[in-house]
């Protein structure tokens, strides 16, 4: 489809993943050279065409003989830091809050999938949809993300995934025989969508492991990341931008300085939102908003210092824009959130 063929063109990922899965070849410099990324320390922000990584994949692929290595790798990479989405995770306050970091910024480990969480009724379910064709690598890639989050929720809360549900829209194959030892809770196949399906209470399960500094600090590098991978698309750039900002100096969040950081006059910035049907004062409204949400599910916040957080000079008129946005109060919401058990 040609839409996807330039899609895939402009799209980039971080060298780290890169290394990572390099390593699982005997020779990781052999196989990255050619590719025209060296193996050895990198940056975050060091970035290669996708095209690079999916011809890692096959050749990884190619050396491995077991048919679950993809599995065994998701594992190992859960089980240890390499990256900004990593830190995001391992350090959220409740599961719940990392999924939604994975969701948000799944694009940083995974720039061809976009992952979406509905919550039905008393099941949280985790989409995966596919933003470019994968072909023949689609197992592989949707596997290993289903494994990472099975994982991760597995290990955070300590629950039984026996309760959980992986749906997968391709048919099973007599050559991948390993999902049972792959994966901890029953696999359909042939289902209208790659989805993993949980308890929703699961997601108001602490973690134990909760930082607020490291948080916050893995939740700003995770959105500089995201507005490297997308250099073409002002809204994603800008968003990106805001939601670092409110991480690192919330009460000096303007479009004037946010034009200087995205190179050029705050003129241009404005009309280029406008071009692509938004405002400066939306996407930061927006993004106040979805801050403000995740803030109030953390008891050992008060509302004065979600307020501050989110950019506001005191509780007073934080309290008037969530009455706005939502038609309720900051502490009644949080009342009917924790009668609610969310």
Known sequence: MAMETALLDDLQISTTYMRVLAREHSDPQGVLEPLGVVEG????SDTTPLTNFFDLVRV??????????HLDYARRTSDNFHGPLTFAMMSASTIGDGLEAIARYVSIRAPYFRSVN?????????????LVDLGNLRHLLVEISFRVLHDYVAMIGDVNMAAAKLSLKYPASPDRQYY?????CPVLFDQERNALTMPAAWMAIPNPQYDEGTWSNAITRCELALSKLGPS?????????????????????????????????TRTLIRKLGNSGTRFQTLRDNARQDLALRLLRRPNLTVERVAVAVGFSDAANFSRAFKRWFDTSPRRYRRERTNLNL
């Open 233 to 265: 698309d002002i809204v994603a750039r800008t968003r990106a931008y805001i939601n670092a900002t409110l991480v690192r100096d919330p009460q000096n969040l303007c479009i004037n300085d946010a034009a200087r950081f995205l190179g050029m006059s």
């Open 180 to 184: 049972e030892q792959g994966f901890d």
């Open 60 to 69: 990884v692929d190619a050396y491995k003989s077991e048919p679950d290595w």
């Open 118 to 130: 509905h919550r039905t009724g008393h099941d949280l379910t985790i989409e995966i949809e596919e």
């Open 41 to 44: 320390p990198g940056t975050d």
